[in-house]
């Protein structure tokens, strides 16, 4: 069963500097996301794309952060400069919009900025 | 606004009792609803979704209109259904933005 894959499992950074998470979405799906964990919190809504471009973005979202579909496959998620409170749990996931069609995620890439 | 409210931060039961999670959305359209589960250090998994009005792992749950809630039931806890839930809705016009609610820890003790 296709999966939605994410790289790397786990980034270290520096405050200020800047870090790109990849995804690679279920090949079939449209609609693609970042969400974000803080240990211990709940899953929030950073952004949805589609169609090559932000369809929708939360507060959280910034600018510091942007995401880019460089090709047909990887979906990422860059933060320009790292702060602290960055540090999270961050899931990519994907959809192919439908009714009654969930979300799949992918395993998670953990952020740790120093 | 579109919101869903996960009342118990955390839920305990002994194992072979029932569980009920609850989960109360707010949506002025017509609302699609899910639950997720997270194992320890895990991915989001899908649990169930109203539409299929399926039985995943024992669990169940039933859209109320009426009362807005999209419960999860199962009659008798396992050990291994200690985990994280998280009730999701999807706004099904715009921009399939999916809401989690802030999710229950059930853990189930022997």
């Known amino acids: 069963e296709p999966e939605v894959t994410q790289t790397p499992s786990h980034q270290v950074t520096q405050m200020g500097q800047e870090v790109i998470l990849r995804c690679v979405p279920i090949s079939n799906h449209l609609y693609f996301y970042w969400y974000r964990q803080i240990l211990g919190q709940k899953v929030e809504f950073l952004v949805s794309f589609y169609n090559n471009e932000i369809s929708e973005k939360s507060e959280i979202f910034d600018d510091q952060f942007s995401v880019e579909r460089p090709d047909g496959s990887n979906f990422t998620l860059k933060i320009r400069s790292t702060k602290l409170e960055d540090s999270a749990m961050y899931f990519c996931?994907?959809?192919?919009?439908?009714?009654?069609?969930?979300?799949?995620f992918g395993p998670g890439t953990r952020l740790t900025v120093l | 606004a579109q919101r869903v409210t996960q009342p118990e931060k955390l839920l305990s039961v002994f194992k072979g009792a029932p569980v009920e999670l609850k989960c109360n959305y707010s949506y002025s359209g017509s609302p699609e609803l899910f639950w997720y589960v997270q194992y320890s250090r895990q991915r989001l998994q899908l649990l169930l979704r109203?539409?299929s009005r399926e039985s995943i792992k024992g669990f169940t749950a039933d859209l109320n209109k009426g009362e807005t809630s999209f419960h999860l039931k199962k009659p008798f806890a396992q050990e291994e259904d200690s985990a994280m839930y998280y009730c999701a809705l999807v706004a099904t016009s715009g921009t399939y933005k999916y809401i989690f609610g802030t999710g229950t820890r059930l853990k189930v003790l022997a």
């Open positions: 996931a994907s959809t192919l919009p439908g009714r009654g069609l969930p979300i799949f």
């Open positions: 109203h539409i």
